[in-house]
């Protein structure tokens, strides 16, 4: 099986440096950047007063909707390349990516694509119909995958599929994903479930951006202040 054993990939069009070549400053400056990106195309929403409810209950005064992505083509490039350049620098042994459903099937496909690896994608259960599968592709036994996710909020559907994908006999090497809310509840999930997630932004630099932006403003700030602190109970005081 075809494996990533050099730090450089390119095509027709792009050529991918490892992450790994960059300093500190340059991983700090991609965050900045991929931020910007999402607050230009209006994939972050702040609605306080009519929360969002996520699949874990928990309720929201902000999302991030990186499912638009796709409708923009230097977005939807710019993803796709440092997400491969992530798997190039921390997983160069990857043999497949799986992408989790439904939000990072495209992504994860477009990012096999370019690195030129078997793709495959995990559903949140098995098909109650047809074949009845959770994976659908294939993976060969004993592979070594890298997932791809669109999105880590509590981590529990994007762990979810690493079982699966481990059920099925295949080795989880890591995790690569657009955008966490970096919240300690799925740090924790994440290191019990010996998984390491590489992501090309998160919510405090998304919410950085959204200042400089004028996005959020002072009062926007101590409200998303008392979500984070405590998400899960935020939304009980919301009539």
């Known amino acids: 099986m075809k494996k990533l054993k050099n730090a450089q990939i390119s095509n027709d069009f792009f050529v991918i440096l490892p992450l790994k070549s960059f300093d500190t400053s340059t991983m700090e400056q ?8 999402l607050l230009r195309i209006k994939a972050v929403k702040l609605q306080p007063q009519e929360p969002f ?3 874990s209950g928990w309720r929201s005064p902000i999302y991030c909707d990186n499912r638009k992505v796709n ?5 939807r490039s710019f993803v796709k390349r440092h997400l491969a350049s992530l798997i190039l620098t921390h997983f160069p042994e990857a043999e497949a990516v799986a992408g989790v459903a439904t939000g990072a099937i495209s992504q994860g496909a477009l990012v096999a694509d370019l690195l030129g690896l078997p793709f495959a994608y995990v559903r949140p259960k098995p098909k109650d119909h047809g074949m009845g599968n ?9 592979a070594r995958v890298v997932v791809v996710e669109d999105l880590i909020s509590t981590g529990g559907s ?3 599929a690493v079982e699966a994908l481990r059920q ?3 080795e989880v090497m890591g995790m690569v994903a657009s955008h966490t809310y970096g919240f300690p509840v799925a740090e924790e999930a994440f290191r019990e479930a010996g998984v390491t997630l590489h992501t090309l932004t998160d919510y405090d630099h998304i919410i950085a951006e959204a ?3 004028g996005y959020v403003s002072p ?4 409200m998303l202040a008392a979500w984070r602190k405590d998400p899960a109970a935020w939304g009980d005081n919301i009539k």
């Open 71 to 75: 409708a923009y083509p230097d977005v």
């Open 219 to 222: 009062a926007d700030l101590e």
């Open 168 to 170: 099925a006999g295949v």
């Open 211 to 213: 200042v400089d932006t």
């Open 53 to 55: 409810t996520w699949a």
């Open 30 to 37: 991609l965050k900045r950047e991929f931020a910007a990106h």
């Open 134 to 142: 959770q994976i659908e592709g294939e993976l060969q036994q004993g």
């Open 158 to 160: 994007s762990l979810k």
